[in-house]
């Protein structure tokens, strides 16, 4: 699953430093939220995105995995011109400032993607 979000044949092996701080979290990360929470058939994997990339824009200070779920929400289907109205939403209905945040990270991974 993980490795479909990212578009990736193969999920990097290297490691953040949150994960070499506490290998605990990183298992939980991966078990619980690509395992057991995507595995549920409540919301599609582009509902999940949205919804990832909602909370992480509000808590702020989070562009590493802000990059990865913008990618990821691409990678299932999303457009450019869909993310960028969801930045326009988050606009209204979070801030200004995460917005702009928001779009910052949006532009650099659509820079990487080319």
């Known amino acids: 699953m993980r490795a479909d979000l990212s578009?990736?044949?193969?999920?990097p092996t290297i490691k953040a430093p949150?994960?070499?701080?506490?290998?605990?979290?990183d298992t939980f990360l991966k078990e619980h939220l690509f395992a057991?929470?995507?595995a549920r058939d409540i919301l599609t994997h582009q509902e999940r995105e949205l919804?990832?990339?909602?909370?992480?824009a509000t808590l702020g200070r989070a562009?590493?995995?802000?990059?990865?779920?913008?990618?990821?929400?691409?990678n299932?289907?999303?457009?450019?011109g869909q993310m960028h109205d969801f930045i326009k939403v988050l606009e209204t209905?979070?801030?200004k400032k995460e917005a702009e945040d928001a779009l910052e990270?949006?532009?650099?991974?659509?820079k990487d993607r080319k």
């Open 105 to 110: 990270v949006l532009t650099a991974v659509m």
């Open 63 to 74: 562009e590493g995995p802000l990059a990865f779920h913008l990618g990821a929400s691409m």
């Open 18 to 25: 949150y994960q070499e701080f506490s290998p605990i979290i």
């Open 51 to 56: 919804a990832t990339i909602a909370c992480l």
């Open 36 to 38: 057991d929470i995507f």
């Open 76 to 80: 299932t289907g999303l457009s450019e």
């Open 93 to 95: 209905r979070v801030g």
């Open 7 to 11: 578009g990736l044949d193969d999920v």
